[in-house]
Protein backbone atom coordinates (compact mmCIF):
# COMPACT_ATOMS: atom_id res chain seq x y z
CA UNK A 1 0.00 0.00 0.00
CA UNK A 2 2.85 2.15 0.49
CA UNK A 3 5.10 2.89 3.67
CA UNK A 4 3.48 3.33 6.83
CA UNK A 5 4.41 7.15 7.09
CA UNK A 6 2.81 8.23 3.98
CA UNK A 7 -0.18 5.81 4.76
CA UNK A 8 -0.14 7.99 8.30
CA UNK A 9 -0.66 10.92 6.41
CA UNK A 10 -3.63 10.10 4.64
CA UNK A 11 -6.88 11.81 6.10
CA UNK A 12 -9.01 11.59 3.00
CA UNK A 13 -9.49 10.48 -0.36
CA UNK A 14 -11.29 12.35 -3.60
CA UNK A 15 -12.06 10.27 -6.51
CA UNK A 16 -13.71 10.80 -9.66
CA UNK A 17 -14.34 7.59 -11.86
CA UNK A 18 -15.45 6.84 -15.52
CA UNK A 19 -18.05 4.08 -15.26
CA UNK A 20 -19.84 1.13 -17.67
CA UNK A 21 -22.26 -0.84 -16.62
CA UNK A 22 -25.24 -2.78 -18.12
CA UNK A 23 -27.32 0.13 -19.11
CA UNK A 24 -24.27 2.08 -20.25
CA UNK A 25 -21.69 4.69 -19.46
CA UNK A 26 -22.31 7.02 -15.94
CA UNK A 27 -19.89 8.87 -13.77
CA UNK A 28 -18.60 8.66 -9.90
CA UNK A 29 -17.62 11.36 -7.57
CA UNK A 30 -16.57 10.21 -4.00
CA UNK A 31 -14.69 11.81 -0.98
CA UNK A 32 -14.16 9.74 1.96
CA UNK A 33 -11.83 9.98 5.14
CA UNK A 34 -10.49 7.92 7.89
CA UNK A 35 -13.64 8.20 10.10
CA UNK A 36 -15.72 6.67 7.48
CA UNK A 37 -17.31 9.85 6.50
CA UNK A 38 -18.41 9.56 2.71
CA UNK A 39 -20.00 11.74 0.10
CA UNK A 40 -20.98 9.55 -2.69
CA UNK A 41 -22.75 10.86 -6.40
CA UNK A 42 -23.56 8.88 -9.15
CA UNK A 43 -24.45 10.73 -12.68
CA UNK A 44 -26.27 8.71 -14.78
CA UNK A 45 -28.15 9.13 -18.49
CA UNK A 46 -31.76 9.68 -16.55
CA UNK A 47 -30.79 10.30 -12.84
CA UNK A 48 -28.33 11.22 -10.07
CA UNK A 49 -27.63 9.56 -6.77
CA UNK A 50 -26.86 11.73 -4.39
CA UNK A 51 -25.99 9.94 -0.94
CA UNK A 52 -23.51 10.29 1.95
CA UNK A 53 -22.39 9.09 5.11
CA UNK A 54 -21.76 10.92 8.36
CA UNK A 55 -21.26 9.82 11.41
CA UNK A 56 -22.02 6.67 10.66
CA UNK A 57 -25.77 7.80 9.71
CA UNK A 58 -26.21 7.46 6.31
CA UNK A 59 -28.70 9.80 3.85
CA UNK A 60 -29.93 10.30 0.54
CA UNK A 61 -31.74 12.17 -1.68
CA UNK A 62 -34.76 11.47 -3.37
CA UNK A 63 -35.58 12.00 -7.08
CA UNK A 64 -38.30 15.03 -5.66
CA UNK A 65 -35.08 16.71 -3.72
CA UNK A 66 -36.41 15.93 -0.83
CA UNK A 67 -34.09 13.95 1.91
CA UNK A 68 -34.52 10.63 3.71
CA UNK A 69 -32.09 8.66 6.13
CA UNK A 70 -31.09 5.45 4.89
CA UNK A 71 -30.44 1.41 6.67
CA UNK A 72 -27.51 -0.22 7.53
CA UNK A 73 -27.99 -2.38 4.43
CA UNK A 74 -27.64 0.89 1.91
CA UNK A 75 -24.71 1.98 4.41
CA UNK A 76 -23.03 -1.06 3.87
CA UNK A 77 -23.21 -1.09 0.10
CA UNK A 78 -22.19 2.68 -0.16
CA UNK A 79 -19.30 1.74 2.07
CA UNK A 80 -18.65 -1.06 -0.59
CA UNK A 81 -18.32 1.33 -3.51
CA UNK A 82 -15.42 3.11 -1.51
CA UNK A 83 -13.23 1.31 -3.40
CA UNK A 84 -9.81 3.31 -3.08
CA UNK A 85 -10.20 4.22 0.76
CA UNK A 86 -11.59 0.52 1.70
CA UNK A 87 -8.35 -0.83 -0.13
CA UNK A 88 -6.14 0.79 2.41
CA UNK A 89 -8.18 0.34 5.39
CA UNK A 90 -9.41 -3.34 4.81
CA UNK A 91 -8.84 -3.71 8.79
CA UNK A 92 -11.28 -1.28 10.12
CA UNK A 93 -14.08 -2.17 7.03
CA UNK A 94 -13.64 -6.33 8.07
CA UNK A 95 -12.93 -8.36 11.08
CA UNK A 96 -11.48 -11.87 12.45
CA UNK A 97 -9.09 -12.02 9.70
CA UNK A 98 -8.22 -15.78 8.91
CA UNK A 99 -5.16 -16.59 6.58
CA UNK A 100 -6.33 -19.69 4.95
CA UNK A 101 -3.25 -19.95 2.30
CA UNK A 102 -1.61 -19.85 -0.63
CA UNK A 103 -3.26 -20.62 -3.96
CA UNK A 104 -3.59 -19.73 -7.49
CA UNK A 105 -6.53 -16.58 -8.11
CA UNK A 106 -6.86 -15.97 -11.86
CA UNK A 107 -3.70 -17.19 -12.79
CA UNK A 108 -1.69 -15.27 -10.42
CA UNK A 109 -0.03 -16.57 -6.83
CA UNK A 110 -1.99 -15.54 -4.23
CA UNK A 111 -2.75 -15.75 -0.39
CA UNK A 112 -6.59 -16.09 0.69
CA UNK A 113 -7.79 -14.61 3.79
CA UNK A 114 -11.15 -15.11 5.16
CA UNK A 115 -12.62 -12.30 7.05
CA UNK A 116 -16.22 -10.84 7.93
CA UNK A 117 -18.07 -7.79 7.22
CA UNK A 118 -19.66 -5.45 8.79
CA UNK A 119 -23.31 -6.91 8.17
CA UNK A 120 -21.55 -10.26 9.60
CA UNK A 121 -21.13 -11.79 6.34
CA UNK A 122 -18.15 -14.01 5.59
CA UNK A 123 -15.72 -12.65 3.00
CA UNK A 124 -13.34 -13.83 1.31
CA UNK A 125 -10.09 -11.68 0.24
CA UNK A 126 -7.34 -12.68 -2.37
CA UNK A 127 -3.93 -10.72 -1.96
CA UNK A 128 -1.05 -10.73 -4.76
CA UNK A 129 1.55 -13.02 -3.62
CA UNK A 130 4.24 -10.76 -5.08
CA UNK A 131 2.79 -7.21 -4.62
CA UNK A 132 1.26 -7.88 -1.05
CA UNK A 133 -1.88 -5.92 -2.70
CA UNK A 134 -5.53 -7.20 -2.68
CA UNK A 135 -6.49 -8.65 -5.92
CA UNK A 136 -9.91 -9.59 -5.18
CA UNK A 137 -12.60 -9.48 -2.42
CA UNK A 138 -15.45 -12.05 -2.82
CA UNK A 139 -18.09 -10.94 -0.24
CA UNK A 140 -22.00 -11.22 0.14
CA UNK A 141 -24.50 -8.23 -2.06
CA UNK A 142 -27.23 -7.93 0.94
CA UNK A 143 -29.75 -6.15 -1.31
CA UNK A 144 -29.66 -8.46 -3.67
CA UNK A 145 -31.98 -11.87 -2.93
CA UNK A 146 -29.79 -13.60 -5.91
CA UNK A 147 -27.08 -14.41 -6.44
CA UNK A 148 -25.92 -13.02 -3.24
CA UNK A 149 -22.28 -13.12 -3.99
CA UNK A 150 -20.18 -10.42 -5.61
CA UNK A 151 -16.80 -9.87 -6.78
CA UNK A 152 -14.66 -6.91 -6.61
CA UNK A 153 -11.84 -7.12 -8.29
CA UNK A 154 -9.12 -4.82 -8.36
CA UNK A 155 -7.12 -4.60 -11.68
CA UNK A 156 -4.98 -1.68 -11.18
CA UNK A 157 -3.09 0.65 -8.94
CA UNK A 158 -1.38 3.86 -8.38
CA UNK A 159 1.20 5.68 -6.69
CA UNK A 160 -0.26 9.10 -5.10
CA UNK A 161 2.17 10.55 -2.75
CA UNK A 162 3.64 7.41 -1.89
CA UNK A 163 0.74 5.71 -1.62
CA UNK A 164 -1.10 3.08 -3.55
CA UNK A 165 -4.41 3.71 -4.44
CA UNK A 166 -6.86 1.40 -6.68
CA UNK A 167 -7.12 3.08 -10.01
CA UNK A 168 -9.02 0.44 -11.53
CA UNK A 169 -11.93 -1.65 -10.54
CA UNK A 170 -14.40 -4.02 -11.62
CA UNK A 171 -17.26 -5.79 -10.19
CA UNK A 172 -18.80 -9.12 -11.26
CA UNK A 173 -21.92 -9.99 -10.11
CA UNK A 174 -24.26 -12.86 -11.63
CA UNK A 175 -23.83 -12.33 -15.54
CA UNK A 176 -23.24 -7.95 -14.86
CA UNK A 177 -20.08 -6.34 -14.22
CA UNK A 178 -19.32 -2.44 -13.71
CA UNK A 179 -15.98 -1.27 -14.30
CA UNK A 180 -15.00 1.64 -12.19
CA UNK A 181 -11.58 3.44 -14.21
CA UNK A 182 -10.31 6.57 -11.77
CA UNK A 183 -9.46 9.33 -13.40
CA UNK A 184 -8.29 11.35 -10.59
CA UNK A 185 -6.83 10.38 -7.16
CA UNK A 186 -6.47 13.43 -4.37
CA UNK A 187 -5.55 13.30 -0.90
CA UNK A 188 -6.15 14.89 1.78
CA UNK A 189 -8.71 17.76 0.15
CA UNK A 190 -11.43 16.71 2.36
CA UNK A 191 -13.05 19.67 4.76
CA UNK A 192 -15.83 19.60 7.33
CA UNK A 193 -18.24 21.00 4.47
CA UNK A 194 -17.57 17.77 2.53
CA UNK A 195 -19.66 15.38 4.45
CA UNK A 196 -21.84 18.06 6.39
CA UNK A 197 -25.35 16.50 6.49
CA UNK A 198 -27.93 18.84 4.82
CA UNK A 199 -30.52 20.83 6.40
CA UNK A 200 -33.73 18.99 5.98
CA UNK A 201 -32.34 15.85 7.73
CA UNK A 202 -31.21 17.85 10.54
CA UNK A 203 -34.90 18.25 11.67
CA UNK A 204 -35.78 14.94 10.82
CA UNK A 205 -35.69 11.54 12.79
CA UNK A 206 -33.18 8.89 11.99
CA UNK A 207 -34.72 5.42 11.80
CA UNK A 208 -34.05 2.51 14.33
Known amino acids: MGGREALAKVTSISAVAACHGPKGPYE ?7 FGNLSFRQFLSNH ?6 HDGRGWSQNADGTYEWVDSTEV ?8 PMMAIDLA ?6 KTIGRLQYEGQPAVQVD ?13 SSDSHLPLALVGTNPRAATPPTVTTRFDA ?13 TILWGSD ?9 TLNTADDQT ?3 PEALLKSTQPN
Open 92 to 97: KRFHDF
Open 157 to 169: WRSVNGVNLVSHV
Open 115 to 127: VTDDLGHPTTIYF
Open 195 to 197: FKL
Open 28 to 34: TRLVSDR
Open 76 to 83: FALRAHDF
Open 48 to 53: TNIEGI
Open 177 to 185: SFVFDFQTL
